[in-house]
């Protein structure tokens, strides 16, 4: 399975005005950097047989933006990859309803996917991995335990998503 791991975009700030903080939003900056990014995603040539995502509004609206760009309709929502999920859970609901794809792309929150991340590669959480706010993470795996089981592939960040859809330009 390839399981690529996507970072929510730029949000608005924590305050008062965003509570409770699921519901806070993508700034229309992070939506528009967002938006370029995943069309450097398609210059890539990825394709996605599932975008599963966080409830939370601004990791929801990163994967309806990336399922936008992609002309896919099969865009799930999981409280498994919400920003306080254990990452056994994502796992454990990949292993048992998905374990048949072959490119799964996660969209959620961080310290959660840098702790998932740092799992499948590692064994445990400790690695230090930079995952900015609509970077993507692909890694390799040929059976999914939550444990030591994948390969990094890459990380790339939104900048170099960004240049890779429009090649020369900033």
């Keep these: 399975m390839n399981l690529f791991l996507l970072r929510h975009a730029q949000a608005e700030p924590r305050g008062p005005k965003w509570r409770p903080d699921s519901r806070r939003p993508l700034t ?3 939506e528009e950097k967002m938006e370029k990014a995943a069309r450097g995603m398609a210059a890539l ?3 996605f047989d599932l975008i599963l ?4 509004a601004r990791a929801l609206r990163t994967a309806e933006i990336v399922a936008e760009i992609f002309g896919s ?3 799930l929502e999981t ?3 919400a920003a306080a999920a254990d990452p ?4 454990d609901e990949l292993n048992g309803n998905f374990a048949f794809l072959e490119n799964v ?7 959660f996917l840098t702790r998932l991340i740092s799992t499948l590669l590692g064994g445990g959480d400790a690695l230090a991995i930079d ?3 609509g970077g993507l993470c692909k890694l390799t795996v040929e059976k999914l335990v939550f444990g030591r089981c994948a390969c990094l592939n890459w990380l790339l960040t939104p900048r170099q998503l960004v240049r890779l859809a429009a090649p020369g330009k900033d």
């Design 79 to 81: 409280a498994h990859l």
């Design 131 to 133: 995952l900015k706010k």
């Design 45 to 47: 040539g990825l394709s």
């Design 88 to 91: 056994k859970d994502i796992v």
């Design 53 to 56: 995502a966080s409830p939370y």
């Design 73 to 75: 309709k099969k865009l």
């Design 105 to 111: 792309i996660l969209v959620g929150h961080e310290p």
């Design 28 to 30: 229309p900056e992070g």
